[in-house]
């Protein structure tokens, strides 16, 4: 049973969707370059256990930020925009 947010009746989300950074997006794809997929979640998602759902789901949400590869590396180039979520 999932407890309460902090004492109060409404209960917390169950899914969440974590927004990262677009320099973590360019060092994940960087080590992703030289390694495996797994080991690129092992390193920077170490709490997700592989061949699970939530390393499933890490690996295509990797896969995607692959695909819109030149947008990240741009934005994580420029020093207003590192910083920024998406």
């Not at 049973?1 to 320099?23: D, L």
């Not at 690129?40 to 692959?66: D, E």
């Amino acid at each position: 049973m999932r407890v309460s947010v902090k004492g109060k009746v409404r209960k917390p989300p169950k899914y969440k969707n974590t927004a990262e950074t677009f320099e973590f997006k360019a060092a994940v794809l960087t080590y992703y370059d030289t390694h495996t997929m797994a080991a690129a979640i092992g390193v920077f998602w170490s709490a997700i256990a592989l061949r699970g759902k939530a390393y499933a789901t890490k690996k295509r949400v990797v896969l995607r930020w692959k695909q819109h590869r030149s947008r990240n590396d741009s934005l994580a180039a420029s020093t207003t925009t590192a910083k920024l979520k998406h």
